[in-house]
């Protein structure tokens, strides 16, 4: 379904922003006994297809929450990337974030049916459990143990300046931030270095959590070399691809929990019916300019994903014929493009055995590698 491999372009967005690198500043009044700052150092490196000559020698980390059915900010996001990655026979792991959910909510609601849902968006979307292990981290409990350990490598201060933790805050309906909301950036080091993965394909949301994985990785192997001073762990690079942000009906962050996502699976009606809600503005002269005009120019990036052409091009094209006219040619590109992909969902979804089985042996795989991680972690840190 995917065309040749076009990872970051040259052009792309850079991963790397004043906030996630910004140095932290000291309280005068405590001086501060903590591991070193977040350096510039830990921002997330882009990786380009180039400098993937050989696949063999890459392990790859990604996952999502079991929130809701994927969209299509996940698929255009990371979807595609992972894909790709698979064909050029690069060792996948998926994970579906189940403990993760609780993190901004107080129930995992219908938990089983939105994991399932998730593999069946994976297997449609083209990841082949044969190749990739597709797994729950609350069935892999040395993933978990890994979060102790990691825990002890950055300080509160640092978590508390995390900008996704704060915008996810900031969309949460929980009255309090819990404490696993205030660690989901650190329990998702021990998601990617539980397996040693070394390329992380993220959206740009994700980018200042990775750089919290590659400062755990960096402090753990400086505080923890084995004996022969080798690391334990790879410092995980950033896959960013050319959606890195893509934006929902709203104008924001497409997002499951956002109520402004166009699922995967949704039907064409459906699909268009979205589309139809989707918020503009009321310059008729259709143009692409995402600064000044993320609604539309959402919409125009959507189709151009779609359609593989540029986005100037489409604008240029719909031109005068104003919002109902974008709309139009977006459900039509996004309908296109997917359906290939909805008609395999539709196949798989009759058997929700398989997908339950997938599950199943993609934790016995993750198990027997973060068993082996977890005794060498514990054999750096000379536990008995
Ligand atoms: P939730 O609202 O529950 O947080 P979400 O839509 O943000 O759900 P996640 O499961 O948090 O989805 O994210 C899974 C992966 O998809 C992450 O790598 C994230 O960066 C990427 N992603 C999510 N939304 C988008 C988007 N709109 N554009 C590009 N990538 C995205
Ligand atoms: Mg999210």
Redesign the pocket.
């Known amino acids: 379904m995917d065309g040749p491999a076009a990872f970051l372009p040259q052009d792309g967005p850079s991963p790397r922003t004043a906030a996630t690198t910004a140095e932290p500043r000291e309280n005068p009044r405590c001086p501060s006994p903590e591991p070193p700052a977040l350096t510039s150092a830990d921002a997330p490196a882009p990786i380009t297809a180039a400098r993937i000559t050989d696949p063999t020698a890459h392990r790859v980390l990604?996952?999502?929450?079991p929130?809701?059915p994927l969209?299509l900010?996940?698929y255009?996001?990371?979807r595609r990337n992972r894909v790709r990655l698979q064909s050029r026979g690069v060792e996948m792991f998926v994970l579906v974030?189940d403990y993760q959910v609780i993190t901004?909510r107080d129930l995992a609601d219908r938990l089983a049916e939105h994991t399932e849902n998730l593999v069946l968006d994976y297997l449609a979307a083209g990841l082949d459990p044969e190749r990739a292990t597709i797994f729950a981290h609350s069935a892999v409990p040395a993933l978990n143990q890994l979060l102790l350990s990691f825990l002890s490598l950055v300080s509160v201060a640092e978590l508390s300046r995390n900008p996704t933790v704060k915008d996810?805050i900031a969309?949460s309906s929980q009255a309090a931030v819990n404490g696993l909301m205030f660690t989901y950036p650190v329990h998702q080091a021990a998601d990617i270095l539980f397996c040693k993965a070394d390329l992380v394909?993220?959206?740009?949301?994700?980018l200042p959590h990775l750089e919290v994985a590659r400062t755990v990785a960096r402090r753990f192997n400086e505080r923890y070399p084995h004996a022969d001073g080798s690391a334990v762990f790879p410092r995980p690079e950033a896959l960013l691809?050319e959606?890195?942000?893509?934006?929902?009906t709203d104008g924001g962050?497409?997002?499951?929990?956002?109520g402004n996502?166009i699922p995967l699976g949704a039907t064409e009606d459906e699909t268009a019916r979205i589309i139809c809600g989707a918020r503009t503005d009321t310059d008729r002269r259709i143009g692409y300019d995402p600064v000044r005009r993320p609604g539309v120019s959402g919409l125009v990036l959507l189709a151009a994903l779609c359609q593989g052409r540029a986005p100037e091009t489409i604008a240029e094209e719909v031109g005068d014929g104003g919002a109902a006219a974008l709309k139009r040619t977006v459900t039509e590109s996004v309908n296109e493009y997917f359906r290939p992909l909805r008609a395999r969902r539709a196949e798989l979804a009759a058997d929700r055995g398989h997908l339950r089985q997938v599950l199943r042996d993609g934790a016995e795989r993750a198990n027997a590698v973060a068993d082996a991680t977890l005794a060498e972690v514990r054999e750096v840190m000379g536990a008995v």
């Open positions: 990604t996952g999502d929450r929130t809701g969209h900010g996940h255009f996001g990371t974030a901004d996810e969309h394909p993220v959206g740009q949301d994700q691809s959606a890195p942000m893509l934006l929902g962050k497409m997002s499951k929990s956002r996502a």
